[in-house]
DNA sequence: GCAATATACTAGGACATCCAAGGGTTTGGA
DNA sequence: TCCAAACCCTTGGATGTCCTAGTATATTGC
């Protein structure tokens, strides 16, 4: 999308906000702006190595829960509520993986409200080959010491406690 | 969009992936998950603290990327550049900013195919009103401790460094 | 000086996310 | 028992991101 530039934005835009007279705040908004654009970075690596299976983000990520799945399969809300997107969005994720016949709807035995999405042997097989492709190509290559990599986990993992996504 | 889960579900992934004999990515794995959610859980945050003013996060950035340009302009080649994303999207964002007002194109002096962006009076108003909404209420409460948010920085700017943002 | 190449912006399309609403199913209290 | 409230999924709409062309303007090289 371009070649690097001379220099960090970021640290750019923190200086800005230093001088402004925000230097109260200017360390934080780089940090948060850095995990938006850290975010944006590693999507695309994701989307690029899942491209060749023909599968998204989103799709992948129903994709692995439901292989981790006892049954194999999940109800609709569970799966919103573990992937911590708006219903709609699984709704979206499951037509597309249907019409690719990754997985099948079928209706709850005891609640006619509930839908569970089902894996199919074609959706397995392609689940396990491209989580070995994102371990190799993404995961296995994140460029993260093996020191931030537990920092990062430690540090998000209580921000999103504070932000609610857990009790625990 | 839901009640806290009783389990993190990104420290469930993990231990999936070590069950699964992945354990040499799993770490890394978790990390990466972790960064994409908190960047779905903070642009939440900042969208809705920007909603009052009529903008989103992409508008407000392109808005205050402007506030800082010496001449209150900037070419949009520039701007996609700066805000590193995809030309396209800058485009869209100026087509919304422009139906509000808020910015204005203009032909570059002496290059035909490049457009300038530039800040009305009132876009500079909301800039400057909607940073110091997002100051109060995101960047002066991100709920990161100062050294976790040092850590990020340093750590996050090595990555984007790595991954070709910006020579430096 | 002119043709070939490079650059800048935009139009159209595919996907993803969220919100607001609507229709069907369950549950719970009067 | 029965109706209101709660819950589940889907449809439709607004936004944002990217990609693939297509048009217009600059630059380069012969």
Known sequence: MGSPLPRDPIADAQRNWERHGWGDVAAPMAAITAIMRTQQILLARIEGVLKPYGL???????LALLSFARSGALPMNKASALLQVHPTSVTNAVDRLEKAALVVRSPHP????????????????????????????VFGQSGFGDEDVEHLIRVLGDFRKAAGDFTD
Do not use: C, Q
């Open 56 to 62: 998204t983000f989103a799709r992948y990520e129903l």
């Open 110 to 137: 005891t609640d006619g409200r509930t839908t569970l999405i089902e894996l199919t042997a074609e959706g397995r097989t392609l689940a396990k080959r491209a989580t070995a492709a994102l371990n190799n190509e």
